[in-house]
């Protein structure tokens, strides 16, 4: 009976196992507002570089039928580079990062990485060149050390500790009387945004990805956290090839391309120097952004 139940056991274990990160990965997509809709093809191409180039070419996208978002949206984020999206609420912005990790596929148009198009490349593959920092970071319902580790499911206990450090939050970590043992997300302690923002931050060096996807909160941090987190990106996104999408303009002035969206296309582009000489939309929206830090 005993040799019967073992197993059972380990299969029981399993089951839970596999509800559990089923559950959050379904909570994941949930709270994302996305679907896993996209299917690999029959002969998809597994990618495996760490150089990597970006091309939107004319890339048009409906979420909806009778609804155009995006309209010939074109821009290349070089290997390394770094490419940021402003623009009004709704503009499309968090669009371009949804389709680069293919969450959906283009309607017209095509994105490419290093030459080939998206719809070629093997979903899993793709997505393990990608980190995200996204906007509103979804915690599992785990400990921190979880929560971190993700990014490298066979990290080391140093690696972790290093991520934590390099994201500025061990200290924090440390801080709490369980460490990284404390359990976060909906059962657990509350993070606040700029925590949980770097928590997302740290998984990300870990995981060690040539693409950075950055959106940035739209909800307010205090100063002192967002030049933090600005700081934090920077050192993160050296080297690999990104698309921040920001709010705060103070954010993309290092970037190489700045795009400025409005209604789904693309109005304005240059680097932060180039566009307040121009004196149109991003100089408006600059002088507006000083405006407000000054009250603040
Ligand atoms: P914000 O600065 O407020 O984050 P954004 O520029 O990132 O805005 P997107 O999130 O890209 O804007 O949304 C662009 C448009 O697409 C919006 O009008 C939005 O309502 C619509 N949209 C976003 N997600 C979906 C969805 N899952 N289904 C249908 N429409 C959507």
Not at 115 to 124: A, H, I, S, T
Not at 137 to 143: C, E, S
Not at 190 to 209: D, F, H, M, W
């Amino acid at each position: 009976l005993l040799q019967l139940y073992a197993p059972l056991n380990f299969l029981g274990f399993v089951y839970r196992e596999i509800k559990h990160s089923l559950a959050d990965m379904e909570k994941m997509f949930t709270l994302m507002g996305q679907s896993a809709e996209v299917k690999d093809t029959d002969k998809a191409i597994v990618l495996a570089t760490n150089s990597v180039s970006i091309h939107f070419k004319q890339v048009d996208f409906s979420y909806e039928a009778n609804r155009q978002i995006l309209h010939h949206v074109d821009f290349e984020i070089p290997a390394g580079k770094t490419v940021a999206v402003v623009g009004s609420s709704g503009a499309g912005k968090s669009t371009l990062s949804r389709l680069l990790y293919r969450f959906y596929d283009v309607s017209q148009g095509c994105i490419t990485i290093n030459g080939v198009d998206l719809r070629q490349l093997n979903q899993v593959s793709l997505r393990a060149h990608i980190g995200i920092v996204p906007q509103d970071t979804v915690l599992f319902n785990d400990n921190i050390y979880y929560n971190i580790a993700y990014g490298k499911p066979d990290a080391t206990r140093d690696e972790v500790i290093q991520a934590a450090k390099s994201a500025h939050i061990y200290e924090f970590i440390q801080s709490l009387p369980e460490g990284f043992e404390t359990l976060v997300g909906e059962r657990g302690l509350k993070l606040s945004g700029g925590e949980k923002q770097r928590v997302a931050i740290a998984r990300t060096i870990l995981k060690n990805p040539p693409i950075l996807i950055f959106d940035e909160a739209t909800s307010a941090l205090d100063s002192r956290t967002e030049k933090a987190i600005q700081a934090e990106l920077k050192e993160i996104s050296a080297n690999r090839t990104t698309l921040i999408v920001a709010h705060r303009l103070s954010t993309v002035a290092d970037a190489d391309e700045i795009l400025v969206m409005e209604q789904g296309l693309i109005i304005e582009r240059g680097r932060h120097r180039d566009l307040l000489e121009l004196g149109a939309n991003y100089a408006r929206m600059w002088q507006l952004q000083q405006g407000d830090e000054e009250i603040v």
